[in-house]
T-cell receptor, first 114, second 112 residues
Framework: NAGVTQTPKFQVLKTGQSMTLQCAQD?????MYWYRQDPGMGLRLIYY???????DKGEVPNGYNVSRLNKREFSLRLESAAPSQTSVYFC?????????????FGQGTRLTVV | EDQVTQSPEALRLQEGESSSLNCSYT??????LFWYRQDPGKGPEFLFT???AGEEKEKERLKATLTKKESFLHITAPKPEDSATYLC?????????????FGGGTRVLVKP
């Protein structure tokens, strides 16, 4: 029972490089989310997706793009990484679009931009 | 704009010293309020979901309550293993779907 799987777990990028963080869930959930967490802070929403083919901005979308490839997968892309994007990134999913229940989280991706 | 504010930012307790954490929110279209626990270097671990004002839920030494504007997480007779960051989040209805917004968290340290 994998739940929410994020890859990679760790990544070091040079300023200006691009990369894609992958997230996949095997629970047939409709809603998926990308967050970033800086040291000593809560989770800030980057983008979210209510269903395949739909996405919307959260609190801190600048510098990021997302793709909801299918119901299972939601990827986060950094086109030109900056040191300010050094953070821990979490992907989450919710069982259905219309009911508030437990959100399930991946184990996180620790990204360092030098 | 949806706002979720947690207080205090940090809390130091002696073992056995009960206390409460606050999560206040300003949102429209609330679907539910979540409480999570997070240990260093790990992802959030689910504790509770509250759906309507007046609702209460308990788990071991933790009790969560909800009003129309805020939620409290009460820690009764805490133990050192209760040391963690506690996060609250609100799920709200938006045209693009259900949005899940977190507060800044409360770091709790329980000393033996």
């Amino acid at each position: 029972n994998a739940g929410v799987t994020q890859t990679p777990k760790f990544q070091v990028l040079k300023t200006g490089q691009s990369m894609t963080l992958q997230c996949a869930q095997d629970m047939n959930h409709n809603s998926m989310y990308w967050y970033r967490q800086d040291p000593g802070m809560g989770l800030r929403l980057i983008y979210y997706s209510a269903s395949e083919g739909t996405t919307d901005k959260g609190e801190v979308p600048n510098g990021y793009n997302v793709s909801r490839l299918n119901k299972r997968e939601f990827s986060l892309r950094l086109e030109s990484a900056a040191p300010s994007q050094t953070s821990v990134y979490f992907c989450a999913s919710l069982p259905t679009a219309g009911v508030a229940t437990e959100a399930f989280f991946g184990q996180g991706t620790r990204l360092t931009v030098v | 704009e949806d706002q979720v504010t947690q207080s205090p930012e940090a809390l130091r307790l002696q073992e056995g010293e009960s206390s409460s954490l606050n999560c206040s929110y300003t949102v429209s279209g609330l679907r539910g309020l979540f409480w999570y626990r997070q240990d260093p270097g790990k992802g959030p671990e689910f504790l509770f979901t509250l759906y309507s004002a007046g609702e209460e839920k308990e788990k071991e030494r933790l009790k969560a309550t909800l009003t129309k504007k805020e939620s409290f997480l009460h820690i009764t007779a805490p133990k050192p293993e209760d040391s963690a960051t506690y996060l609250c989040a609100v799920q709200v209805i938006r045209a693009a779907g259900n949005k899940l917004t977190f507060g800044g968290g409360t770091r709790v340290l329980v000393k033996p």
